[in-house]
């Protein structure tokens, strides 16, 4: 859905380089003192849109049965298991998995736990995104009423169940920052939907976005692409990783075809 968010800041930034996306969204503006919270330095506003996660997933997926892909579950230990005879390239999107996974084992995958809570606004139409050191607050409105409450950086947490004192926090901040949260026809207890925990697949060195070349137990060369360490921006920078990628299959399959008819002629 289409909404107009409002990014705070506590500390202005000393040198801000983060509006180059302002040719991107539309109504981008810096907003005046006068229209930011308590402690807060620095504000932006623009229009953008919010996406249903789950919903989201279940209609790319079937987009991929509808051009004919087929789905199969199977559990793999090694990256090495998934050399079929019949297949050619590997796309590896293990995400935080990337960091145990075996024939990749990147040791500089670590995770990022983040927790969320779900509430039912349907009068919340406005993003809301607050950001000081070590602590994000957001205020993310669905289509359909649901509002996503955050949140939480924590890196190096594995810990996969809801905190009842974190939930707490993050309750308490949403409402700081957007009072409407429990000001709508006098309500004053928020009705909560779900509690939510993710691991963001967080990487040192940022994305790993690779071709690496390896061979089947017959000898035959398997292009393998690396997509994976996306943090919390696996949904905004999807497309542009996947097309990306493309280029870099494409010029590997390219590769690959020139050293065919090379060794053909030897």
């Keep these: 859905m289409s909404t107009t968010i409002y990014d705070y800041m506590d500390k202005k930034p ?15 503006r810096e907003l005046p003192p006068y229209k ?17 996660g ?29 050399f079929d005879d019949d297949v050619d390239i590997v796309v590896n999107c293990t995400g935080i998995g990337a960091r145990t996974f075996g024939g990749v084992q990147d040791s500089t995958v670590f995770p990022t736990r983040g927790q969320t809570v779900t509430v039912w606004a349907p009068h919340i139409k406005t993003s809301c995104f607050r950001s000081k050191f070590n602590c994000i607050t957001y205020i993310i409105p669905r289509e359909d009423g649901e509002v996503v409450l955050g949140g939480t950086y924590e ?42 925990v993710g691991l963001r697949p967080s990487r040192i060195d940022g994305i790993r976005l690779e071709i690496e070349i390896k061979k089947n137990d017959k000898g035959k060369d398997i292009i393998i692409c690396h997509n994976y360490g996306h943090h919390s921006y696996g949904y905004s920078s999807s497309w542009g990783s996947c097309l990306e990628a493309f280029e870099l299959i494409e010029a590997a399959m390219t590769n690959e075809r020139g050293n065919e008819k090379l060794n053909s002629k030897l």
Excluded at 166 to 193: D, F
Aim: hydrophobic residues 35%.
């Design 155 to 196: 890196e190096n947490n594995l810990n996969e169940k809801p905190n009842l004192k974190t939930t707490e926090s993050i309750i308490q901040r949403c409402r700081e920052l957007c009072p409407e949260l429990t000001s709508s026809k006098g309500a004053h207890v928020l009705k909560i939907i779900s509690y939510e």
């Design 36 to 52: 930011l919270p308590p402690g807060v330095e620095f504000g932006l506003a623009y229009t953008t849109i919010t996406i249903n």
């Design 54 to 82: 789950p919903k989201y997933i279940r209609w790319l997926l079937k987009q991929f049965t509808i051009a004919g892909g087929k789905i199969k579950k199977v559990h793999l230990s090694h990256i090495n298991e998934s």
């Design 14 to 28: 000393v040198v801000y380089r983060g509006d180059w996306f302002k040719e991107f969204v539309p109504k981008f």
